[in-house]
């Protein structure tokens, strides 16, 4: 059976909460002899903070690198909001995905039938729904130099932000979202805006070359960036994978994440570059924060960080069907009725963090 090594890192808030019920559901898929689960905690964010000074530890970030995946919950609080700046909770994240070389955000938006009502648009346009947005996260307008705001002669201010690609950049981005696309509906649409930008005329030469040279067999098709918008929001399910820039796919993930309801329900992934076996390094995080107003309630859902840890599975250790039915678990609960309280909408009652975390624990026991 293959073993792999989990560097979990609960964070603050409600971390410690939802990660617990990722150990449930991973027991289950060893208990059904699938693949063997070890599991190696570390602190990052506030709580890390508070024990040594740092965000995250040397020690720490060299587990992270030698892990098979890294599942973090979340980081940050009121209780840190005047730590020096270098070690604010925040910065535990940002070295995490800098030094893993995490270039590709993958933000799923999956609309679960029980809880079409809770989506901004009709429920028969969200039911069912399944895309995933692959975004380019270290490279773009967000990083580009000149970045700067100079003074004029004439009194006034210029402000210029760059945006650029290189080939390299397109190509490892759109290789992610070809091979996500074999494992899911075999689809990719590519966005930019070649009309007026010329870092889109690259995107755009560069993601069908990758595609015709090594994923002819995945179907493609380019849109640009604002039709896109308009179609997400017009007939969502027309889309498989979506791959983008970084800008565009920071709004484009966000209106997906608003068809699917709640913020407790929103996984993602972040992966690096393939070493010579194919392997990643990946981090896997549920979408939402600490969640202080409700922390050691033990109120908080915890199935965005269980669908966090399905994505590792798909992902990472390549154990689809153990992710279809942890997808089909949580469906299944949801069916019947349990929620927790910040998707509890008209139902009468709520259950708990660790009552939803047995319940879907259950499901997929039932299921393997
Ligand atoms: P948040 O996502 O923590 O909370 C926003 C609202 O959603 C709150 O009312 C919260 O109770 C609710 N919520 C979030 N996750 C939930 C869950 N699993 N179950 C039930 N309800 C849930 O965002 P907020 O309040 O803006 O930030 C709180 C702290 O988290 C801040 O320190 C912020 O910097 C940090 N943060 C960290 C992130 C990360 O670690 N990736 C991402 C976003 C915020
Ligand atoms: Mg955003």
Redesign the pocket.
């Known amino acids: 059976m293959a073993s792999y090594n989990i560097f979990l890192l609960p ?4 971390g410690p909460e ?1 990660t617990a019920e990722v150990e449930k559901v991973a027991h289950v898929i060893s208990g059904a002899g699938l693949a063997k689960f070890e599991f190696e905690k570390g602190l990052v ?1 506030g709580s890390a903070y508070d024990a040594h000074g740092q965000a995250i530890s040397e020690a720490d970030m060299a587990r992270a690198q030698a892990a098979d995946a890294v599942l ?7 209780k ?1 909001a005047d730590v020096p700046y270098e070690v604010r ?2 910065a535990g ?1 940002l070295r995490l995905r800098k030094d893993l070389g995490l270039f590709a955000n993958l933000r799923p938006a999956l609309c679960y039938r029980a809880l079409a009502e809770a989506s901004s648009l009709k429920r028969e346009l969200v039911e069912g729904l399944d895309i995933m947005i692959v975004r380019e996260l270290t490279g773009g307008v967000y990083f580009g130099e000149p970045k700067e705001i100079t003074n004029l002669p004439n009194g006034q201010k210029r402000a210029v932000d760059t945006q650029v690609y290189e080939t390299y950049e397109i190509e490892r981005i759109a290789a992610v979202a070809f091979e996500m696309a074999r494992k899911r509906g075999n689809k990719v649409t590519s966005s930019e805006k070649n009309n007026v930008m010329k870092s889109g005329v690259l995107w755009k030469e560069v993601v069908t070359d990758v595609h015709k040279k090594s994923y002819p067999d995945v179907q493609l098709e380019h849109m640009l960036a604002d039709a896109l918008g308009m179609q997400l929001v017009r007939y969502p399910k027309q889309f498989d994978v979506i791959v983008t820039d970084n800008l565009f796919g920071d709004l484009l993930s966000d209106v997906a994440s608003m068809l699917t309801g ?3 329900m929103l996984p993602s992934a972040s992966l690096g570059a393939a070493d010579a076996s194919g392997k990643r390094k990946a981090m896997y ?10 922390a050691g309630k033990g ?7 269980i669908g966090s840890f399905g994505m590792a599975l798909r992902y990472s250790f390549g154990l689809i069907e153990a992710a279809d039915l942890i997808e089909k678990a949580i469906s299944d609960v949801l069916a019947a009725g349990l929620r ?3 998707i509890k909408g008209d139902a009468t009652s709520s259950v708990s963090t660790s009552a939803m975390g047995d319940a879907i624990a259950n499901a997929l026991k039932k299921a393997l």
């Open positions: 964070g603050d808030g409600i939802v964010g973090l919950a979340a980081v940050g609080g009121p840190w909770p925040e994240l709640s913020l407790g995080e549920p979408v939402h924060g600490s969640a202080p107003d409700i109120i908080a859902n915890p199935i965005a960080m927790t309280a910040d």
